[in-house]
């Protein structure tokens, strides 16, 4: 899908596992269950990348961490999709710490494999729609340097993409607060980047995110996704009571 002329979309992908997968989900999850659902997340994103992958040039991969599970995240991914380690342990610039290293790490990787552009993707919103994805590989594959940001509803952010690998956009950013898509956008004004924004969204990160999934999930409407390995994990875990979902 795509190919090295497309926009790369890499999803933050950490592999699953239990007591280190979804833990602000514990409770009102078990450690596994929390791994299963983390699990059906990324199958999705990786599903809602493939289909934004029919409406625009996009070229999906994971973004994977830590090192050494690139097996165990490879058995989730669609045909066409690669693989790209994002765990934060290349050089990195001043400023550039915790979380941003594996953001930045991610970008350096897509963009190092030849992609003209690359968007980091959030691992748990898997009912985004893929319009999202189109618009965003769109606007950066426009003639003019810019970024694109999909805030969250929390005021972080599910995607940010960009033309180059801006160190900028990822110092000194206070993570996992309700303050990272303001300093991003701050950070492109500094650099002088126009900021085409996406709808917002919403992440699943806590006992209240996953009830409004739970209530909203399955809608006959593909847009937003919906999200199939969801549903059935939610089956499965006897978290709801639906019928199947059309694959």
């Known amino acids: 899908m795509g190919g090295v002329a ?15 997968s979804k833990t602000r989900l514990c409770p009102p999850l078990e450690p596994e269950q929390a791994a299963r659902l983390s699990e059906a997340f990324l199958r ?10 029919r409406q625009a040039p996009i070229a999906g991969y994971a973004a994977y961490a830590p090192f050494g599970t690139e097996a165990q995240v490879a058995a989730l991914l669609p045909p066409g999709m690669g693989l790209v380690l994002a765990d934060g342990t290349s050089p990195m610039p001043p400023g550039v710490h915790g979380f941003g290293r594996c953001l930045l790490h991610a970008v350096q990787g897509m963009l190092a494999r030849g992609h003209p552009t690359a968007c980091v993707l959030n691992s748990d919103s898997p009912t985004l729609p893929v319009s999202a994805l189109v618009q965003a590989a769109q606007a950066l594959l426009a003639p003019g340097e810019r970024i694109v940001l999909g805030a969250a509803e929390d005021g972080g952010y599910y995607l940010l993409g960009m033309q180059r690998p ?25 650099l002088g980047l126009d900021v085409v924004e ?6 699943v990160d806590d006992a209240a995110s996953l009830l409004r999934l739970m209530q909203s999930i399955g809608a006959d409407n593909p847009d937003p996704y919906p999200a199939p390995a969801t549903q059935a994990a939610l089956r499965r875990l006897g978290l709801f009571a639906m019928p199947a979902a059309a694959e």
């Open 6 to 20: 497309g926009c790369a979309i890499g999803v933050m992908a950490k592999a699953p596992q239990p007591g280190r």
């Open 44 to 53: 999705d994103m990786f599903g809602i990348i493939a289909r934004a992958a």
């Open 166 to 190: 801006h160190a900028r956009l990822f110092a000194d950013i206070a993570w996992s607060t309700g303050k990272v898509a303001e300093a991003s956008r701050n950070r492109a004004a500094e």
């Open 198 to 203: 996406l709808p917002a969204w919403y992440d």
